[in-house]
């Protein structure tokens, strides 16, 4: 005779060594998480669906966001020199590198660099990633 774990001892496992832990950089927004315990709850207690299912909000995150290879600090730093200009565009047209922009008010020469410059945009994005 043996023992299993329960599935919810299983998920708790997941969600902490997954989830919870500074090893991966993997954060899921509270909407996407909610629906995953959902239906793990109430339709079949089923790890390995709730697995799959993050599996699949993980590939949609990089699959969507050509950039989000900077997520993953192992890869970022090399891979930022081969930053192509339509994906320097896009880190450009972020919120957050435009409120840095509109930050440095009292350097145009630095906002006019960070917006036109591909090579001064690769060191910033290099220098933000250490």
């Not at 440095?104 to 410059?117: F, H, K, T, V």
């Not at 690769?122 to 990633?129: G, H, I, T, W």
């Given at each position: 005779?043996?023992?299993?774990?329960?599935?919810?001892?299983?998920?708790?496992?997941?969600?902490?060594?997954?989830?919870?832990?500074?090893?991966?950089?993997?954060?899921?927004?509270?909407?996407?998480?909610?629906?995953?315990?959902?239906?793990?709850?109430?339709?079949?207690?089923?790890?390995?669906?709730?697995?799959?299912?993050?599996?699949?909000?993980?590939?949609?995150?990089?699959?969507?966001?050509?950039?989000?290879?900077?997520?993953?600090?192992?890869?970022?730093?090399?891979?930022?020199?081969?930053?192509?200009?339509?994906?320097?565009?896009?880190?450009?047209?972020?919120?957050?590198?435009?409120?840095?922009?509109d930050?440095?008010?009292?350097?145009?020469?630095?906002?006019?660099?960070?917006?036109?410059?591909?090579?001064?945009m690769?060191?910033?994005?290099?220098?933000?990633?250490d």
């Open positions: 005779r043996f023992q299993v774990q329960s599935s919810m001892a299983t998920l708790n496992d997941l969600v902490v060594n997954v989830l919870l832990s500074n090893r991966f950089v993997i954060s899921l927004g509270a909407k996407p998480l909610q629906h995953l315990l959902d239906s793990f709850l109430y339709q079949n207690l089923s790890v390995h669906t709730f697995a799959r299912g993050l599996k699949f909000a993980v590939l949609t995150h990089y699959m969507t966001a050509p950039t989000s290879f900077l997520c993953v600090p192992e890869l970022s730093s090399t891979m930022v020199q081969n930053l192509t200009h339509a994906q320097l565009e896009q880190i450009r047209a972020l919120p957050s590198f435009m409120r840095h922009v930050g440095l008010g009292d350097d145009p020469s630095r906002q006019r660099a960070l917006l036109i410059d591909d090579g001064v690769r060191d910033f994005v290099v220098a933000q990633l």
